[in-house]
C-alpha cells in the first residue's frame, strides 16, 4: 500500500469528512492531518435533527459522531472556508488564516435553501432546518406549542416536520406546489399514495399551491398569505424547499463546480474547468458530482447518509495512497422516518418511465414500488415493507429485467404497471 508524504487538509467537518479522515488513518497515513468546519461543533449526526431531536427525545448536543475524540486530527472548527488557491495549495478561511494542503478532501457539503426574501425568512418563528443549531431552535419553538405550523415545501424534510408535528399534536399544513408531496423524487403516482398516508393522520396537505409572501406583526410571523389569493394564519413557518451545494469557496480555483456540486472523475479526483483530474484534491459527500457506472455514467451528487459514509471511506484511502480497485459504484440507499412511517429507497428513480407496486398495497400503507427504464429496473422504495428491499435492491444493482418475472410471496397477482408522475 502505497503512502505518500505532506499534509492532508479535509474541508468540511460532517459525516463524509470524518469517515474519510478515518479511513486515511486506516489506511497508514500518518502525517498531519487538519479538518476544517463552519460550524463551531465537531462532526454530528444529522438524521436524528428531524426525527428524534424535533420530538425531545434526545438533545441537539447528543448527536455527536462516535469516533471524533480518538481521531489524530487538527480541528478548525468555526470558520468557513472562503477561497482556494491551487497553485499555492492553500485554502483561505473566514477569519483571515490560509492553511496549507498537499493533498485535499472537499466535504463541505449543503446548507438549507433559504426562504427568497430575506427580511420574511429572518422572522421570528421562520425556521429552515439543517444544522444543529436550526434543530435545537425549531425544537424549542414547537415545545411551546404553536397554534398552527406551517410546512412550506414536501420533500421528505417536509414531510417528516408534518408528521412530526402531529405526533405533537400540533395542526400543521403542508403546502407543496407539486401535485403531490414527494412528488419530485418518487413521482406523484407513489406520492399520492404516501400523501393519502398523511392526511390519515391529521396533516392537512396543500398541493398544487405556493406560499407568496409572510406577514408579521412586531417582527414575529402571523400569516402566509398564498399565490391564489387565500391565507393562512401561522405563528411557526419551517421552510423545506432543499438544500445547496457548498461550492461558492471554489469560485476562481479552476475547478469544475457550479451549485450542483463539484465534478470528479469515476475515481473521486476533483476535475478541473478542462475535465482534467486534479490528483491532489478529492471529494466526497454531497457536494460531490460524479459518474455513476449502475447509470451509464450520468453524474450525480447524492444527499444520502449512507452514500456520505461510503464515498468518504473511498476519497480517504486514495489520499492515502491505496488505489481504488473500481470506480465508486456503491448502490444509492435512503430511508425517511415520517412519524410512525419508514420510507427506504435503493437506487435513483430519476428518469423511471415505469413503476409496479410489486409487494403489498398502498391501500393498506405498506408497499414496496420499483421502477423501471427502458426495461431495466433503477430503484425501489418501500413504504413499511422494509424486509422486502434487499430483494428489490439486487434487482436493481443487477439492471435485471423490469417489470420483474416470476412469482413471490405477497406480490400482487398481475403486477399493474403505473406512469410514475414525474413532474
Known sequence: ?????????????GLAALRGAEALRAAGFSGPLTIVGDEPHPPYDRPPLSKHVLTGAIPADATTLPGVGGLAADWQLGSAA?????????????????????????????RARPWPNPHEGRLAGVFTLRGRDDAAALRQALAAGPKHVLVIGGGFIGCEVASLCRQ???????????????????GRTVGAFIGAIHEGHGVALRCGSEVEWLEAEDGRLTRAHLVDGSSLATDVAVVALGA?????????????ADPGGVDCDARGHVLDTEGRPDPHIAAAGDVARFPHPLYDGRRVALEHWSHAVAQGIHAGRMLAGAEPESPYDALPTFWSTQGDLVVKSAGLTEGADAVAITQGDPAAGRFVALYGRAGRCIAAVSVDSARWLPAHAELVAARAPFPPRGAATDRPNGVAIFEPGFA
Open 244 to 256: 445547496v451545494r457548498n461550492t461558492e469557496w471554489l469560485d476562481g480555483a479552476g475547478l469544475s
Open 168 to 186: 405533537l399534536g400540533l395542526p400543521v399544513t403542508l403546502v407543496e406546489p407539486g401535485p403531490t408531496p414527494l412528488a419530485r423524487v418518487l
Open 82 to 110: 472562503l477561497r482556494l488557491d491551487r497553485q499555492a495549495r492553500m485554502v483561505g478561511l473566514a477569519d483571515g488564516r490560509t492553511l496549507p494542503y498537499d493533498r485535499l478532501l472537499i466535504a463541505t457539503g449543503t
Open 1 to 13: 500500500m502505497a503512502q505518500e508524504p505532506g499534509r492532508v487538509l479535509i474541508v468540511g467537518a
